[in-house]
């Protein structure tokens, strides 16, 4: 495969690109495509030292920006073993990275983001998936395609024996739902779910404007809007005081909801926080 057919499908943003290279097919095809289109770019690279191959694929990417007279910075970052392994490598990477990195997500990255968010509770914006916090170039290509792009180029990737473990939630997907769900129809589903992902967020726009348009913190006004249009004013807002959307699901909205009107006085928030209401203004607190 020839990285040229595939840069139409590629949105890399303007400037020196910074490219997160883990030493995957995906990112690796990142940084080969980057390269195809002529642009400037350095190599980043996080050491987390989480399996036996850590230390191989930082090797790989060095020697891949080698090859391509790229400049690589390495960073290494300590994960402690325990609950959430998944979540806080993933926090730990992007804190390691440069804020305008772009990462080496697919279209199957994509739909396995949407049936994750979908089957957590994420509501509207969960199965949006607009995955548009860091810069993502080759969201509209397919990992088989990455994959062939490494192969015929003869670049070496490293398999992260994460991606095969069926404890993580991304994987089961992976390996089990999306397989099952293409099976069950006869086709192939990635590209039906990035539709979906596209519509969803384009009726979201919508209702964003209407969103920002109300004080969340106002009993009347979240009562007075739709539905649709009061649950994505409390989940932003609620993100922004948290300072993340981890964790707000469909449930701890509803739970919102019922405070707004009236039927519960206050409701637990992730983080040890709450959210509570006095003369009809909520309020959201640290736990006692």
């Known amino acids: 495969m020839d990285a040229v057919e595939l840069l139409d499908r590629c949105d890399f943003p303007a400037g020196h690109l910074q490219l997160g290279v883990s030493g995957g097919a995906d990112s690796v095809a990142m940084a ?4 195809a289109a002529e642009r400037e770019f350095t190599i980043w ?51 390691a990275l440069p804020a305008d990195v772009c990462v080496g997500h697919t279209a199957d990255d994509r739909a396995e983001t949407v049936l994750l968010n979908l089957f957590r509770g994420a509501g509207l914006a969960g199965v949006a998936a607009r995955m548009d916090r860091v810069h993502r ?8 395609e990455t994959e062939a792009l490494c192969a015929a180029a003869g670049h070496a990737v490293v398999a992260d024996p994460m991606n095969d473990d069926p404890s993580f939630r991304r994987v ?18 990635v590209p039906i779910l990035n539709r979906h992902a596209d519509l969803v967020g384009d009726a979201l726009e919508v209702i964003d404007a209407a969103a920002a348009a109300i004080d969340p913190a106002d009993v009347r006004a979240v009562r007075a809007a739709p539905r649709a249009v009061a649950t994505e004013a409390l989940r932003r807002w609620i993100g922004d005081e948290l300072g993340s959307t981890e964790g707000i699901d469909l449930a701890a909205i509803d739970r919102a909801l019922l405070v707004v009107d009236g039927t519960h006085k206050a ?6 926080h709450r959210l509570a209401r006095t003369e009809g203004v909520l309020r959201i607190e640290q736990r006692p």
């Open 32 to 35: 080969l495509l980057a390269q």
């Open 137 to 144: 170039p080759i969201l509209r290509l397919r990992r088989a």
């Open 267 to 272: 409701t637990e928030l992730p983080g040890g």
């Open 45 to 95: 690279h996080v050491h987390h030292g989480l399996h036996a191959e850590a230390d191989e694929a930082a090797e790989v990417v060095e020697k891949l920006a080698a090859d391509l007279g790229a400049g690589c910075e390495v960073c290494r970052v300590t994960i402690d073993a325990g609950a959430d392994l998944e979540a806080r490598a993933r926090a730990a990477r992007y804190e």
């Open 172 to 189: 089961a997907v992976r390996r089990s739902v999306l397989p099952a769900a293409a099976e069950a129809f006869d086709r192939d589903v």
